[in-house]
């Protein structure tokens, strides 16, 4: 039977039914809504028309921009037939869009909205669903498998792609055997790609079963950036004797799985994907490629096997996890919380055998641990071969560094002998020790300025100078560290007359950098503004003096790289001031040679301060004192070239030492002695030229290598203008 009906315009010719090969209907335009019945082959296209419900037997239903209104029927039924959907809209009071008997449904930038379901797939039917919004609501009437889903999978597939949405009133998505078809119709499939599933009240996705129990069996894909979402906290919810393959990659989840005793899920995580939220009752959950899991309560898995996985059991704050296995293998890492003070922490418990190579990424602190605690046991094993290993080969906590240790068939955290500061109490240590290097590197440069003023005519002037230099602090000084500094120094002198000799006074106020190296990624920087007041006197006879008092505001950062790779800061800032005094006398040994013996003295005193990590480590440094004598000499030449000019090259030698041994510094509630003390010896160069009547250029080169420090080099450049 072949019947063709068209509408155009106002012009209506209409039928409800087409049968048999080759019968086929295109509505276009307005018409009045008239539902459709197909079968035997027949077809049906809708283009820009609107239609009640359509009922398609073994045949083809095409809609492009069409309407589609459904009252209690399915809006557009399916049986052993095909469907292609393009912009369009179904609805329905009852379901609005159902595939069934082996039929497939291709719908594209489409919107369904039903009444208990969105969408129906059964009978090992298949849908495909591209930038499509599925609505499925509250029908008030429940039944076995819950009014208001958006989708119904009843032994069918769905492939659901490129931005779609499925949103049940109570579930996204219901997956259920189908008990009339026998063994071989209860299996389902359902994939999402880039696509978002949400249970308003309910599971996101729910794996239900029917009175007698008869299992679902279903496949469960969740790809690329594709969520989850359920009202209740649960992304996937599987009754009694479901069997479930749920898999997810490349997207992130958050809720919790939840599976009914008996039944059998497999979950796998894979491909950079993660999931917030816990797991109960799980068989086999595999966490591979970059995958991570994070609980968010106590959890539980029959088998765990990890392939560079990672699970982090999420404690903190006083609230603690426990995850509990029969088997754990492969390789990955464990990240577990701790509080060590009040000996609790995650935990891994696994009843049977735990076999592979494990890392643990405890969480690390600046809090110590309490006095008389009991090692606290963060792994359980039934047995097996497992290694287990901390991340970044140890853990920080508090003031001192803790290893795993192996117990029996339990891992512990114990104190590692030798009392191993960690990272943050190197960095605490460091700072309160360099702010004397840090003065002293400053002042250099000013001591080597007034050794310039004795050389050149008694004038007033302006002078810039800019310098840098390395220290390697000794761990014997109580912390091993590098500091390179670098800084500049202005300042403006004057002469004044006295009888038997000359004087010069001035002033000088400048900025330095120093950035510390505590090895491993932990790092300080001091910044240093200081200002003060200089004289210098010459006598007739070669003697002379020279004064310096020099005041400091350091601002000091710490940036604490800790052994799990989380970092910390903390910073304050501190006051410093010392004053220097030098005497000697420059002897003349003829054909402009000179020796020049000297004896100095300097004294410094910088501010204790107390401040915190934000890891929680307290720090409390007291004052720090230095008090340095230096004896040496320097030689040099005078040269005058032919224009006048006149260059000066030295060559110094020093013996300092530190007398300062009482520093103290508390890191928590453990004293350290940190001090520079001991002796050095110091070598040095220098070149000061008198290129013109009014501007002088200099510089000089050390070196010095001590008990506890070594500078191996020192640089300083420096210009003056005279008036």
Request: net charge negative.
């Amino acid at each position: 039977m072949l019947s063709v009906f068209i509408w155009q315009g106002v012009e209506e010719v209409c039928a409800r039914s087409l049968e048999g090969p080759g019968a086929s209907a295109t509505v276009t335009g307005t018409a009045p809504i008239e539902s459709w019945s197909l079968a035997d082959g027949a077809s049906l296209n809708v283009v820009g028309g609107s239609t009640g419900d359509i009922r398609s037997m073994d045949s083809s239903v095409d809609l492009n921009n069409a309407t589609v209104s459904g009252a209690a029927n399915p809006g557009l039924y399916l049986g052993n037939s095909t469907a292609t959907v393009r912009g369009s809209t179904i609805s329905s009071g009852g379901t609005a869009l159902n595939v069934n008997q082996g039929s497939t449904a291709q719908v594209f930038d489409t919107t369904i909205s039903g009444v208990g379901r969105g969408v129906n797939v059964a009978g090992a039917g298949h849908v495909l669903l591209s930038n499509t919004s599925v609505v499925g609501n509250d029908d008030g009437q429940g039944g076995f498998l819950g009014g208001g889903t958006g989708m119904i999978l009843v032994n069918g597939n769905a492939t659901v792609t490129d931005g779609s949405r499925l949103v049940g009133d109570r579930h996204g998505v219901t997956i259920s055997p189908d008990r009339f078809n026998g063994d071989d119709g209860r299996k389902s499939s359902l994939v999402l790609d880039g696509s978002h599933v949400e249970g308003k009240t309910g599971s996101a996705i729910k794996v239900s079963s029917y009175i007698d129990n008869r299992p679902a069996d279903v496949t469960i894909s969740v790809n690329n950036q594709s969520t989850l979402v359920g009202g209740n906290g649960v992304i996937l919810e599987v009754e009694l004797g479901g069997k479930v393959d749920f898999n997810v990659a490349n997207s992130a989840l958050a809720g919790d799985i939840q599976v009914a005793e008996g039944a059998h899920t497999a979950v796998t995580l894979r491909d950079n994907a993660s999931l917030h939220g816990a797991i109960n009752g799980v068989e086999q959950l595999n966490i591979e490629n970059g995958a991570a899991w994070t609980l968010d309560k106590d959890s539980s898995a029959q088998a765990l096997t990890l392939n560079n996985g990672r699970v982090n059991l999420g404690g903190g704050d006083g609230i603690f996890h426990q995850l509990s296995l029969e088997s754990l293998s492969g390789n990955g890492i464990f990240g577990l919380g701790t509080d060590l003070a009040a000996g609790q922490g995650d935990k891994l418990v696994i009843s049977g055998a735990a076999t592979g190579s494990h890392l643990l990424a405890i969480q690390n602190t600046g809090a110590d641990v309490a006095k008389g605690k009991d090692p606290l046991a963060v792994v359980h094993t039934g047995g097996g071969d497992a290694q287990f290993g901390a991340v970044g080969g140890q853990v920080d906590l508090g003031t001192f560094v803790y290893d795993l240790q192996k117990q029996g068939d339990d891992w512990f955290l114990v104190q590692r002998p030798g009392e191993v500061v960690t990272p943050g109490t190197r960095s605490v240590l460091a700072l309160f020790n360099a702010a004397p290097t840090v003065w002293y590197g400053e002042s250099t440069t000013l001591r080597s300025r007034m050794g310039e003023l004795r050389m050149g005519s008694a004038t007033t002037g302006l002078w810039s100078r800019a310098y840098g230099s390395r220290q390697d602090i000794s761990s014997s000084a109580g912390v091993g560290y590098q500091q390179q500094q670098r800084g500049l120094t202005l300042g403006a002198d004057a002469p004044v007359s006295i009888a038997n000799g000359q004087a010069t006074f001035g002033v000088m106020a400048g900025y330095s950098t120093s950035d510390l190296d505590m090895q491993g990624g932990t790092k300080g920087t001091i910044d240093s503004y200081h200002a003060g007041l200089y004289g210098t006197w010459l006598g007739d006879d070669g003697y002379y003096m020279d004064a310096m008092l020099k005041a400091n505001r350091f601002e000091n950062k710490a940036n604490v790289r800790m052994s799990d790779g989380t970092q910390a800061k903390g910073d304050y800032s501190n006051l410093g001031l010392g004053v220097t005094v030098e005497a000697g006398r420059r002897l003349d040994l003829g054909e402009g040679l000179f020796a020049t013996p000297f004896a100095q003295g300097s004294v410094l005193r910088v501010q204790g301060k107390d401040y915190s990590l934000d890891n929680g480590m307290k720090a409390q440094g007291s004052s720090t004192d230095s008090l340095l004598g230096k004896v040496g000499s320097q030689v040099g030449r005078t040269y005058t070239l032919g224009n006048g000019s006149t260059f000066e090259p030295t060559l110094k030698a020093a013996i300092a030492h530190e007398f300062a041994s009482g520093n103290q510094a508390r890191v928590n509630a453990n004293r350290f002695s940190n001090d520079l003390s001991g002796t050095r010896g110091e070598l040095g160069v220098g070149i000061a030229a008198q290129v013109s009547k009014n501007i002088q250029l200099y510089g000089d080169f050390d070196y010095i290598k001590g008990r506890n420090i070594e500078q191996p080099w020192g640089l300083s450049l420096g210009a003056r203008i005279s008036f």
